[in-house]
């Protein structure tokens, strides 16, 4: 069974710009969550998906947003490019049943700006 | 504000030592407390700790959660160089609708084993 698949895995953009991450989750993952992850902050919880409908949202600024198809792919859209949007972004995505409780995450996508 | 602290922040041991790595947290609706290993990229699920479950173990990997004292640990006994990691604390909050993850994350145990 194939993982969660993140792409790109590396980016390098510069201020002011906008930029589009990709998640395809687990096959039968409805639910998709992204993170960030930067040195000083740790993992921080950006916002889930699941059936294609926002379902939480972390405390980040508007300029971070999202999406979830009907196939559970997800998008994260970062927009008006800070330097300290620099950090790996992360997505995962879950199933859970009554016996099985897991959070799957992808390798990331490394995100520079400069 | 809901907080999640890890302790110590990094540790080097030697192959064949016991850890035990530490993650204490405040937080309203908690939910279950999970483990993750992080080495490159991506973090490895270990253990998920909820009040139907406070003890786990797998092979030399171990954990307990303490609901009174709001804390949890993660014994790693018999060491490997293999066992180098980030480690990662989580705790999943209530009252994010039914089968819906919203985690708080701890900073991470940066565990460093030498031959």
């Known amino acids: 069974k194939a993982g969660v698949t993140q792409t790109p895995r590396y980016l390098i953009k510069t201020r002011g710009q906008q930029v589009t991450l990709s998640c395809s989750p687990i096959s039968g993952h409805r639910s998709v969550s992204w993170y960030q992850q930067t040195p000083g902050q740790g993992l921080q919880f950006l916002f889930e998906?699941?059936?294609?409908?926002?379902?939480n949202k972390g405390n980040f600024p508007g300029r971070f947003s999202g999406r979830q198809f009907s196939n559970s792919r997800s998008e994260m859209n970062v927009s008006t490019l800070e330097l300290g949007d620099s950090a790996l972004y992360l997505c995962?995505?879950?199933?859970?049943?009554?016996?099985?409780?897991?959070?799957?995450f992808g390798s990331g996508t490394q995100l520079s700006v400069l | 504000e809901d907080k999640v602290v890890q302790s110590p922040l990094s540790l080097v041991v030697h192959e064949g030592d016991t850890v035990t790595l530490n993650c204490s947290y405040e937080v309203t609706n908690f939910r279950s407390l999970l483990w993750y290993k992080q080495e490159k990229k991506a973090p490895t699920f270990l253990f998920m700790l909820?009040?139907?479950?406070i003890e786990k173990k797998s092979g030399r990997l171990s954990s307990i959660l303490d609901k009174k004292e709001l804390s949890s640990i993660l014994n790693i006994t018999a060491t490997q160089t293999g066992d180098s990691a980030i480690y990662l604390c989580?705790?999943?909050?209530?009252?994010?609708?039914?089968?819906?993850?919203?985690?708080?994350f701890g900073k991470g145990t940066k565990l460093s084993v030498i031959p």
């Open positions: 998906y699941f059936s294609e409908t926002q379902r």
């Open positions: 989580a705790v999943e909050l209530r009252g994010s609708g039914a089968g819906s993850y919203q985690l708080t």
């Open positions: 995962a995505s879950s199933f859970r049943t009554a016996t099985n409780e897991k959070l799957f």
């Open positions: 909820t009040s139907s479950g």
